[in-house]
């Protein structure tokens, strides 16, 4: 009898124990729509993969999609509103200029609706089809906690992501005030080993850094000149690859690349300007077996619950990019 108590004492803890590690305090959890929605995450993948085998530079924009998400307001869906009459969105603001696949998210929501209409958000459909597109271009695969609500709010002057310019403090301070670690910065910025960037958001380092025609001496010279010849002087169509050459693949590069100094935004070279971020970049140059895929995972799941609306909260959106 005593025998039969204790194991089941024992049984209690164990199950207390897995449930406090699948959740978080905020709520969500791998597995939330387990009964609700059994195949979303097979349907998910299915989609996205559809999308990133024609087109596999979709992959930047939907990874970046959910940091832009999260962001602002928190990971609520937000980013996918459109504008209505009395009020301009998220994506009418400036960063978000060059936010694409957007169609991707609304297929994706097309077909999970068709399984189980009115159950998974949209901002869970954003933060699973991150994870999927860095899969996809030969990433790491994590387990993203689930059950996020959708937000009714989103307003193009709430838009306050860190930008290509700022310092090393300022982006401590961005990332520190959305509960994210300087460990979590240095692992995110490696994001950047995927897709592109628009001219603007470095030509001043190439053209005009300090507004006497002079260049960032912190940026390689050699690649300044490589860079001059894909953006003109004023040129804000243009775009290049951040990790050219392997700008469709997920790998350590970005960290050779700025240990390097070539770092494309005076945001990614200010992570040599910091003991802690510096040491991270020259682990993962030198490491025979890197962290940073580990650490990826671990970072976007942080991301993740930024804010999150759980529970009651919010709603379940229809259609993503309005409110019901
Ligand atoms: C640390 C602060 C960050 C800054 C200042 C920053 C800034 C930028 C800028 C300016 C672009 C270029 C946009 C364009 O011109 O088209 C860009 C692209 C990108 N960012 Fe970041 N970013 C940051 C963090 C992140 C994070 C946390 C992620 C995701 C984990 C991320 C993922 C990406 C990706 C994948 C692209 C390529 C987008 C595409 O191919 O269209 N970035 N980022
Ligand atoms: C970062 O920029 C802020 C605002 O311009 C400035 O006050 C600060 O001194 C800069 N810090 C570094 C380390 O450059
Ligand atoms: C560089 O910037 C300064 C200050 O903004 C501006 O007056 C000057 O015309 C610019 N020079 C060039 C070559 O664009
Ligand atoms: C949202 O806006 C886009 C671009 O203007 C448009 O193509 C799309 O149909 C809109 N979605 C909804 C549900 O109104
Ligand atoms: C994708 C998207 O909605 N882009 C918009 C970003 O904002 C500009 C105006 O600042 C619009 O013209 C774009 O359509």
């Known amino acids: 009898m005593a025998l039969r108590l204790l194991f089941k004492f024992f049984l209690s803890f164990a199950v207390a124990l897995c449930y406090l590690h699948s959740t ?18 097979a349907i998910v993948q299915k989609t996205t993969a559809s999308f990133i085998s024609r087109a596999p530079s979709l992959s930047g924009p939907l990874l970046r999609m959910h940091f832009h998400d999260c962001f602002v307001r928190g990971c609520d869906g ?11 969105a998220e994506k009418e603001a400036v960063p978000n200029q060059s936010l694409r696949g957007f169609q991707v998210i609304d297929a994706v929501k097309d077909a999970v609706e068709k399984e189980c209409p009115g159950v998974v958000s949209c901002a869970d459909i954003v933060a699973l089809v991150a994870r999927d597109v860095v899969s996809m271009v030969r990433g790491p695969h994590w387990k993203v906690p689930t059950g996020r609500r959708d937000g009714v709010v989103s307003r193009a002057s709430e838009v306050n992501l860190p930008s290509p310019f700022l310092n090393i403090t300022q982006l401590k301070a961005s990332f520190s005030q959305k509960g994210l670690s300087v460990k979590d910065l240095v692992v995110l910025s490696g994001g950047h080993t995927i897709g592109i960037a628009h001219c603007p958001t470095f030509s001043n380092r190439i053209y005009n850094f300090t507004g006497k025609g002079d260049t960032d001496p912190t940026l390689d010279p050699n690649y300044i000149t490589h860079l001059r010849i894909k953006c003109k002087q004023g040129d804000v169509t243009s775009f290049v690859q951040m990790d050219p050459g392997s700008s469709k693949i997920f790998d350590t590069d ?46 976007m799941v942080k991301m993740g619950n930024i804010g999150v609306l759980t529970g009651k909260a919010g709603e379940i959106r229809k259609k993503c990019a309005v409110i019901n």
Do not use: H, M
Not at 78 to 88: A, E, G, P, R, Y
Not at 261 to 281: N, P
């Open 78 to 88: 937000s980013v996918l509103l459109n504008s209505t009459k009395s009020n301009q």
């Open 254 to 299: 970005y960290y050779k690349l700025v240990s390097k100094r070539r770092g494309l935004f005076q945001s990614d070279a200010a992570l040599l300007d910091d003991d802690e971020t510096k040491v991270y970049i020259g682990l993962q140059i030198n490491s025979a077996q890197p962290s940073f895929f580990n650490d990826f995972g671990e970072s």
């Open 24 to 41: 978080n305090a905020q709520g969500l959890k791998v597995g939330f729509y387990s009964k609700t929605c059994p195949d979303v995450e």
